[in-house]
């Protein structure tokens, strides 16, 4: 079964400092994409990154990056300069059609 | 872009009663559309899966007599829950996305659901 797993169910980090949260995923789809959401007390899901499995760098979008190890199929997410605004549930989740989602990370910003 | 839209935002009914969510992708057609149902602090739960003009195909465990969804045309999906019972009661969120998930789901706001 292809399962995503999430082994942080809180994290917390002073503004402006850096943050990293973990998630492993085991798939049998030899083409399948990985992606961060984030969900905050609104409770809308927002895109923050994706993956391609078959590209070896790794993807970033402005404070956000991920370190993409598909060997060891982790695929982790790093926020810098982390803001208030960060503050949410953060999901990850690997597919090719129908998304496998991870229990999330409650990631809480310290002013 | 991959606006999606999902109506009501809430909603209150009575215990047996049914309740019609609507999700709709506003700029963009969508070939499939998947509902969800999240519990207080946990994950998404998949439901189903829609396609346009297919019928829908259920997650197991999921009712489909119960969880009535119809997705009629490219930017439009219902999910109907009928006989509602107070168990019912959650957040649904729907997401819609173009031929594969290579870009992503995109989600609408959702819809809480509450049964008395």
């Known amino acids: 079964a292809q399962t995503v797993t999430q082994s942080q169910p809180e994290m917390s980090v002073q503004e402006a400092e850096t943050v990293t949260l973990s998630c492993t995923y085991d798939?049998?789809?030899?083409?399948?994409?990985l992606f961060w959401y984030k969900q905050p007390p609104s409770r809308q899901m927002i895109l923050v990154i994706r993956?391609?499995?078959?590209k070896q760098q790794n993807a970033t979008e402005n404070r956000f990056s991920v370190n993409f190890q598909k060997a060891a199929k982790s695929f982790s997410l790093k926020i810098s300069d982390s803001q208030l605004g960060d503050a949410a549930m953060y999901f990850c989740a690997s597919g090719n059609y129908q998304l496998i989602w991870g229990a999330g990370t409650k990631l809480i910003i310290k002013p | 872009g991959a606006v999606v839209s999902q109506h009501p935002s809430w909603v209150i009914c009575k215990s047996g009663t049914s309740v019609k969510i609507e999700c709709r992708s506003l700029?963009?057609?969508?070939?499939?559309m998947f509902w969800y149902r999240q519990f207080p602090k946990q994950s998404l739960m998949l439901m189903a899966t829609?396609?346009?003009?297919?019928?829908?195909?259920?997650e197991q465990g999921v009712e489909k007599d119960k969880f009535l969804i119809n997705h009629a045309s490219l930017t439009l999906s219902t999910l109907t829950v009928t006989s509602a019972h107070p168990e019912d009661s959650s957040f649904y969120i729907c997401?819609?996305?173009?031929?594969?998930?290579?870009?992503?789901?995109?989600f609408g706001p959702g819809t809480r659901l509450t049964v008395t």
């Open positions: 798939t049998s789809e030899s083409d399948y994409y």
């Open positions: 700029d963009f057609q969508a070939t499939t």
């Open positions: 829609s396609n346009e003009g297919s019928k829908a195909t259920y």
């Open positions: 993956q391609e499995a078959y």
């Open positions: 997401s819609a996305t173009l031929h594969t998930t290579t870009n992503g789901q995109y």
